[in-house]
């Protein structure tokens, strides 16, 4: 398996501008999770999913984060506007009740807003 | 709510030796999972080890090795024989097992610097 994708890798955008990250999750995982990770703050959970379904999304900052998962197999989050202070790495996970939902996380998405 | 404590910003050892890592954890639970998770350089976040609650046993996975003490509440990492690529950020991990959907409860983050 090719373990949980994400793209862009990198992203460099101008405050103001729409950004979209997107996930890809383990196959047959039916548990996605998205993470924020900064110096300051650390690793925060934003936004999970259970079988497509948005389960708890309290961890979103603003409205300005929206996520969506429209299948089994990929998931979106959504900055629009963007700002400075989003800046940050974005981690997507999936898990399965059948691993004892053991986390798999991707590779990240470095978000930069100038 | 449970919580996450390491309380080690940054633990250095040198090549070979060993470094353990503390954890502390609060919950009422009698039935969780804890982890370790590495994060190198690279960003790449990756399962070190695991261990249920319910066993006795302190998980063991290579040259990592837990210290599990459920009445305490204490769930420690041991690195032997250090080695350079052992230098990483590690995060220790509560998941509830009432959680039905796997949600994690991470720990700021213990930074192991390992010299040559």
């Known amino acids: 398996d090719a373990g949980v994708i994400q793209s862009p890798r990198h992203e460099v955008t101008e405050m103001g501008q729409e950004v979209t990250l997107r996930c890809k999750p383990i196959s047959g995982h039916n548990s996605l999770f998205w993470y924020r990770q900064t110096m300051m703050r650390g690793l925060e959970l934003l936004i999970y999913?259970?079988?497509?379904?948005?389960?708890?999304d309290s961890g979103m900052p603003e409205d300005r984060f929206s996520a969506k998962m429209p299948n089994a197999s990929f998931s979106t989050l959504k900055i629009q506007p963007s700002e400075p202070r989003d800046s940050a790495v974005y981690f997507c996970?999936?898990?399965?009740?059948?691993?004892?939902?053991?986390?798999?996380f991707g590779p990240g998405t470095r978000l930069t807003v100038t | 709510a449970q919580t996450v404590t390491q309380s080690q910003p940054e633990m250095s050892v040198q090549e070979a030796e060993t470094v353990t890592l503390s954890c502390t954890y609060d919950t009422s639970e009698s039935d969780y999972y804890l982890f370790w998770y590495k994060q190198p350089p690279s960003r790449q976040m990756i399962l070190v080890i695991r261990q249920e609650a319910y066993k006795q046993q302190n998980a063991t996975e290579n040259r990592f090795s837990v210290n599990f003490q459920k009445a305490a509440k204490s769930f420690s990492l041991k690195i032997s024989d250090s080695q350079l690529g052992d230098a990483a950020m590690y995060f220790c991990a509560y998941r509830s097992e009432g959680d039905s959907w796997g949600k994690l409860q991470f720990g700021a983050g213990t930074q192991v610097v390992v010299t040559p």
């Open positions: 996970a999936s898990s399965s009740r059948a691993l004892s939902y053991e986390q798999y």
């Open positions: 999913f259970n079988n497509n379904v948005p389960i708890d």
